[in-house]
């Protein structure tokens, strides 16, 4: 592999600890009603007003359902987002873009199918020949049309330099990796070299890199701005290799078998890590991301902004192998509901009220079309949004329109219609899952309702037939 180049050592702002605080769990059945938070069902705050937010978009990577104590997690206690949960709406029945990363973020960059673009046909990108087109609009170049800075901090996984980077799709400033994963430490990624940026430039730091990009974080959200901001902050845990901040000797290991690789197929294999982690290291691995977007909000918060900015976090697909999806079938990779519905919060204090929780089922280029709304950013008419706003909703309290939430993927294909969703498992069969009574996917409905199958299965192919196909 080739040999990393040096850059001068960085880091702009100390890191630290979030003190922890007790953890609750909101909808566990391993939990007492006496010990879960009181949260009421969603209503928009009437007659609440101001201006344009601030927008914080925090995802997880590969952060399973119920991987959060507010969520249900019996053994990992997440104070930080349980607290964020509190503060404003926790969403059950949201859903990611996809079943893997790339695809996802493709969704929530431009509101639209991963099958409108070429590039979100990888599932996931993993070389240079594949990336987001600098020429398609994306959340961040429509705010900043629209007079918003915009930042992406973390992971990026939508394509290398030189034809790909979050700076030619209108993100303004860029700290983090482009590949979908890494070696904590050394910065090793997938495609076998250093993979830590700041611009289009290496950028040297070998510390473990949740604490890494968690300082650049709260120095962005320190800063004095002048305009409205967005900020994308993609963390890249619980994502594998299985390493936390104490286990760099381990990461020397995953390391050195990188450098020694012959081919991105070895590398690959030593960064998915297939012969360590451990509940326990998931556990600390997801307790260590809620400490450090505790340190992010407090940033926030010591800064003066927190009233008017809206933080969502959620997790860009399903979780894996060590994760906690409880009562969810399935994981990351395919289109049961253990591989897409994702935690998802929304805080914002100037507009919408704590301690609720909401039932409406959403996914992720809802929110870039709610963000546009909120923003005051139009999308461009050449490039039509497949997601929802739900600015009415959440601030108006407007129904949502009916719709049908839509997956695709090569291996599989899902769609819901309210509490009904169709599935199509990789051997081609077709299911019916009644999910209000049925949220683990066993009681198949299809021999027993055979025209319901047949229509959400129409719908299917109606809007599959206006992506691109797969390459053969």
């Known amino acids: 592999m080739p040999e990393i180049s040096r850059r001068a050592f960085g880091g702009l702002v100390g890191g630290g600890a979030v003190t922890a605080v007790a953890a609750t769990a909101a909808e566990a059945a391993t939990v007492s009603p ?13 007659g ?144 076998g070299e250093y993979d830590l940026y700041e611009g289009d430039a290496e950028y040297q730091d070998l510390r473990y ?57 070895e590398v690959v294999a030593a960064l998915n890590h297939y012969d360590g982690g451990s509940v326990e290291k998931y556990t600390e691995m997801v307790e260590s991301l809620d400490a450090a977007v505790g340190e992010v909000l407090d940033a926030l918060r010591r800064s003066g902004q927190q009233e008017n900015t809206l933080v969502l976090f959620a997790s860009d697909n399903g979780g894996e192998r060590y994760s906690y999806n409880w009562p969810l079938s399935g994981e990351k990779f395919v289109l049961l509901e253990g591989g897409i519905r994702v935690p998802a919060i929304v805080r914002w204090p100037a507009r919408i009220d704590g301690r609720q929780v909401s039932h409406e089922p959403n996914f992720s280029p809802d929110w870039t079309a709610t963000l546009l709304e909120l923003g005051g950013a139009r999308p461009d008419p050449a490039y039509p949004l497949d997601g929802t706003s739900l600015a009415g909703y959440l601030l108006r309290g407007e129904e949502v329109p009916q719709r049908d939430l839509f997956w695709r993927v090569r291996a599989g294909r899902a769609l819901r219609r309210g509490d009904w969703k169709y599935y199509r498992d990789a051997d081609g069969k077709d299911h019916l899952y009644d999910l209000a009574h049925d949220k683990r996917e066993q009681a198949d409905r299809a021999p027993d309702e055979p025209a319901l199958l047949a229509e959400l299965k129409a719908s299917w192919e109606r809007t599959a037939n206006t992506l691109l196909p797969y390459p053969s």
């Open 34 to 46: 006496a010990e879960r938070p009181s949260e009421r069902p969603f209503r928009a705050r009437p």
């Open 48 to 191: 609440s007003s101001g201006g344009r937010p601030n927008f914080l978009v925090i995802l997880g990577d590969d952060l399973g359902w119920a991987d959060l104590s507010s969520y249900g997690a019996p053994h990992i206690r997440t104070p930080n987002l349980d607290r964020l949960a509190r503060q404003g709406v926790r969403f059950t029945d949201a859903y990611s873009g996809s079943a893997t990363c790339s695809p996802t973020r493709f969704s929530l960059y431009t509101g639209r199918y991963p099958g409108r673009t070429k590039g979100g046909l990888a599932e996931p990108v993993g070389n240079r020949a594949q990336g987001l087109d600098p020429n398609h609009p994306t959340l961040a170049s429509l705010l900043k049309k629209a007079g918003y800075a915009t930042a992406l901090i973390g992971k990026w996984h939508c394509g290398w330099l030189p034809d790909y980077s979050p700076t030619k799709s209108g993100w303004d400033e860029f700290f983090g990796n482009f590949g979908g994963v890494l070696e904590y430490f050394s910065k090793l990624g997938q495609l």
């Open 209 to 265: 890199y949740t604490t890494v990009v968690t300082e650049r974080a709260v120095e962005y959200v320190s800063r004095e701005h002048d305009r409205p901001w967005l900020l994308n902050l993609n963390f890249t845990t619980p994502h594998w290799p299985w390493l936390a901040e104490g286990d760099a000797e381990t990461g020397a290991e995953i390391a050195a078998r990188i450098r020694a690789a012959k081919s991105q197929g």
